[in-house]
């Protein structure tokens, strides 16, 4: 996910760009992680209680997306009253039908589009495989980030999934048996970033990578990037941070059968990655969601990047339209 940045909305999405500061990437033990206040929501959420998703190209250009519908909604951002506004659904798939069980999404400045992905896991209440969760999805923006509906495009990841070696075993595999399962989106110069709350193997969580084009044009190869985030923790969702910044890693409990304290309902935490060929570190657990034990973290939208700070919001699966908190990233006093 592409930041979002404390200023008037987008006037062309090159500006985004051009105007963030890039701090040195925050590693373990040097940037302080403090959990921030509640947000208040103003407007509902359809299937609020499952929010999963969240990108935008500014305060006023964003969106969110629970797993139990087939869209998007437009969202507004208010820093200065913490305000999160629900706008109208994005409908991705025509007519009714199953969930499509959307789970990270991310906004590219380059490609002028948001992305946003199925889980590709069978449903749990179902034990099957439902077609539309195979999906991925390019929803192209104006000029000015505003969502374009009409030119919707869906790409068949599942196939890719299903046609590599080392994956297939995992595809159409029930979660508690470790069966694959996408949960994080991140866009950087054209490649996408899929974060696998599963497969994790030997402590081991993934991060799928592969070209946006390519992927669009039925010519994808994948690559892997295997993270050591802990026994029984999978990633449950990405952000890009700006250039040469890395990425953020939302982790979490996997689901699967790898034993482990973030199996049993340890907090969830925040990673940082600097990108392929570099290990994770971890910058620290997440507060509590206030008054909200059935709270999961499931999707980071971060709204500032600069020297001094990365300032950010985390959605939550099970209260009642996300319950937004914010968080920062500090880095430490220069002597």
Avoid: C
């Avoid at 992680?33 to 208040?40: K, R, S, V, Y």
């Avoid at 490609?111 to 889980?119: E, K, P, T």
């Avoid at 869906?154 to 297939?168: N, S, T, W, Y």
């Avoid at 941070?241 to 699967?256: D, N, R, V």
């Amino acid at each position: 996910m592409y930041p979002l940045m404390l200023k008037t909305t987008l006037t062309a999405l090159g500006v985004l760009a051009a105007t963030v500061s890039a701090p040195a990437g925050p590693a373990a033990g040097s940037w302080a992680l403090e959990w921030g206040q509640a947000w208040t929501v103003r407007g509902d959420f359809a299937k609020g209680r499952d929010m999963s998703a969240a990108a935008g190209f500014g305060l006023d250009q964003a969106l969110a997306a629970s797993d139990e519908t087939r869209a998007a909604q437009r969202i507004a951002l208010d820093p200065a009253t913490r305000t999160l506004t629900v706008h109208e659904p994005l409908a991705l798939l025509p007519g009714k039908g199953p969930e499509l069980d959307l789970e990270g999404a991310a906004a590219s400045v380059g490609q002028r589009a948001y992305f946003l992905v199925g889980s590709q896991a069978l449903s749990r209440k179902k034990a099957a495989f439902e077609r539309d969760r195979g999906w991925l999805f390019k929803l192209p923006v104006d000029e000015a980030g505003r969502p374009r509906p009409e030119a919707v495009k869906k790409a068949d990841l599942h196939l890719v999934l299903a046609a590599d070696a080392e994956l297939a075993p995992f595809v159409n595999r029930a979660a508690e048996e470790n069966g694959l399962d996408i949960e994080g989106l991140a866009e950087r110069d054209g490649r996408l970033f899929l974060g696998l709350r599963a497969p994790v193997r030997d402590g081991e969580a993934t991060i799928l990578e592969l070209g946006a084009e390519e992927l669009f044009s039925g010519k994808a190869g994948l690559l892997q990037h295997r993270l050591a985030l802990g026994p029984g923790r999978g990633i449950r969702d990405l952000a890009a941070l700006a250039e040469g910044a890395g990425f953020l890693i939302l982790a979490g409990p996997s689901g699967g059968p790898d034993g482990g304290p973030s199996s049993s309902g340890a907090a969830y935490e925040l990673w940082h990655w600097a990108g392929p060929g570099s290990p994770a570190t971890r910058l620290g657990p997440l507060g509590a969601a206030a008054g909200k034990d059935e709270a999961k973290a499931e999707a980071i939208l971060l709204l500032s990047q600069s020297a001094t700070a990365i300032e950010g919001l985390i959605l939550h699966d099970g209260p009642k339209n996300g319950a937004p908190h914010g968080f920062r990233l500090i880095p430490p006093k220069v002597p």
